[in-house]
T-cell receptor
């Protein structure tokens, strides 16, 4: 079992839809959570960084963390074609070597 | 400014060549990272430098040799690579390589490497 599970998709939705992207994890030592967006042939770009359980909002993006269920989500409101990219969840454990552990990434396409 | 720059953008090399990838950041970050990313896969950590010292080597073959000349620069020297080493090589940096908000990693655009 992978430490971080993320559905690779692909996920295709119409423009304007609300998108929900999710990751689950098995290691309760993961305490810091990030979402990266990666356009084709580019480096990952940090979108959201969260620590506490609950919601964090930034513009059209909302990151949600539920540590009790070991489940994190990224919501995109009013999705735009420019949101088409691969979205990677990533997390860091407070134990051992503090390395980023990535999910597989979800390929998202927003159709005009 | 959260910019990490990498050169070159693209690199084609033969299996007998020696080349170097370069990474630079001017955010005052003290931790720098090399990742390898294959198509449709997440980045895989290769090396971590913290305060200019190698702190993590993820059992990377010796044909990859990292170097951190100063706190702003990170190099990856390549020698006798194999075709399966073709990938996107990403550099990243973070404030200190520690916890609590300081661990946010900022990635460069990557160098796309093709080994023939």
């Amino acid at each position: 079992q992978k430490e971080v599970e993320q559905d690779p998709g692909p996920l295709s939705v119409p423009e304007g839809a609300i998108v929900s992207l999710n990751c689950t994890y098995s290691n309760s030592a993961f305490q810091y959570f990030m979402w990266y967006r990666q356009y084709s042939r580019k480096g990952p770009e940090l979108l959201m960084y969260t620590y506490s359980s609950g919601n964090k909002e930034d513009g059209r993006f909302t990151a949600q963390v539920d540590k009790s269920s070991k489940y994190i989500s990224l919501f995109i409101r009013d999705s735009q074609p420019s949101d088409s990219a691969t979205y990677l969840c990533a997390m860091i454990s407070i134990q051992g070597a503090q390395k980023l552990v990535f999910g597989q990434g979800t390929r998202l396409t927003i159709n005009p | 400014d959260t910019e990490v720059t990498q050169t070159p953008k693209h690199l084609v090399m033969g299996m007998t060549n020696k080349k170097s990838l370069k990474c630079e950041q001017h955010m005052g970050h003290r931790a720098m990272y090399w990742y390898k990313q294959k198509a449709k896969k997440p980045p895989e950590l290769m090396f971590v430098y913290s305060y200019e010292k190698l702190s993590i080597n993820e059992s990377v073959p010796s044909r990859f040799s990292p170097e951190c000349p100063n706190s702003s620069l990170l190099n990856l020297h390549l020698h006798a690579l194999q075709p399966e080493d073709s990938a996107l090589y990403l550099c990243a940096s973070s404030q200190e390589g520690g916890l609590a908000g300081k661990e946010t990693q900022y990635f460069g655009p990557g160098t796309r490497l093709l080994v023939l």
